[in-house]
């Protein structure tokens, strides 16, 4: 089942405006989560990302997206990222 399901709207550097999105959600387990976001006009972008928190304040994020300005490759982009919060009272 599928977690959260919300439309949005996104800046599209292909298009150079601003266009409508949705985004679905959900958790793979308890630590995981998934996120997929796809435009609904004519560029069809994609963005994804998968999250595995470590522990409270660092997790680990790889994502994924079809977003490709400057190269001529249909593979994408990929991409990973270390996530350190900090909380303030």
């Given at each position: ?20 999105t ?12 998934a ?55």
């Open positions: 089942m599928i977690d959260d399901f919300r439309f949005g709207s996104a800046y599209s550097s292909r298009t150079g405006r601003t266009e409508p949705v985004t679905v959600s959900k958790r793979l387990a308890d630590r995981i989560r996120n997929v976001t796809s435009g609904l006009a004519e560029s069809r972008e994609l963005r994804s990302n998968v999250e595995w928190r470590l522990n409270p304040r660092v997790s680990v994020e790889g994502s994924y997206d079809n977003v490709n300005d400057i190269s001529s490759s249909t593979l994408g982009n990929l991409g990973a990222d270390i996530r350190w919060r900090l909380e303030f009272e």
